[in-house]
């Protein structure tokens, strides 16, 4: 069965420190994963995807994911945070079949 | 290229009406799906066309949802009647035949219900 969870709902961070978004994941098979943002009134748009290359993704505007079977995690981080990262943020897996199963989602805030 | 759109932005409706939600995908996008999120909870997928077929609707919550994609290019779902659970954001998402990895969403469509 594949679940994902991600650790937190609010993420706040000041802007230019780290940006930390965790998620774990449960899948009997060797999954593709995905991170997705959500800015307010608009659609869902693909940060970057793992789909059994190199464990470590880039993805757009400076965030990176590292993907670690071993702990089952797929955590999103990027080194400094911009104002115009707060958004909602959806880690996604994908096993065999076509659907794709989301976390609840983490709202990241930035402070100036 | 345009993205996926999804037409209305909005809709509020009282319980017991009819709603019909549209998506257009991607030209050229063989694959289809409708995906919802209800209040506090994760988005969860409906179904899924592969052009014009059904591939996959073991989402759909009932038999008060009908989706449907004639020809192949737009697709609409209908919800009749509405109730209140199933106030909610509906999105769509379209990809090319080739993979199942590839799924662009539209803004959603976000559905009230009184």
């Known amino acids: 069965a594949q679940s994902v969870t991600q650790l937190d709902s609010h993420v706040s961070v000041s802007e230019g420190t780290p940006v930390l978004l965790r998620c774990n994941y449960s899948s009997s098979y060797s999954p593709s994963l995905f991170w997705y943002v959500q800015h307010p009134n608009k659609g869902l748009q693909l940060l970057l995807k793992y789909t059994s290359a190199a464990t470590l993704v880039k993805g757009i505007n400076g965030f990176e994911a590292e993907f670690k079977k071993s702990e089952t995690s797929f955590h999103l981080t990027k080194p400094s945070a911009h104002m115009s990262d707060a958004a909602e943020y959806f880690c996604v897996v994908r096993e065999t079949g076509n659907q794709f199963y989301f976390g609840t989602g983490t709202s990241l805030t930035v402070i100036p | 290229e345009a993205g996926v759109t999804q037409f209305p932005s909005h809709s509020v409706i009282e319980k017991g009406q009819t709603v019909t939600l549209r998506c257009d995908p991607i030209?050229?996008?063989?694959?289809l799906y409708w995906y919802r999120r209800v209040m506090g909870k994760e988005i969860k997928f409906l179904l899924h066309f592969v052009k014009e077929s059904k591939q996959d609707e073991s989402g759909m919550p009932n038999n008060r949802f009908l989706a449907e994609r004639t020809g192949g290019t737009y697709s609409t779902l209908k919800v009749q009647p509405a109730e209140l659970e199933d106030s909610g954001v509906y999105f769509c998402a379209s990809g090319r035949a080739s993979s199942y990895n590839e799924q662009f969403f539209g803004p959603g469509t976000r559905l009230t219900v009184l």
């Open positions: 030209s050229g996008h063989d694959n």
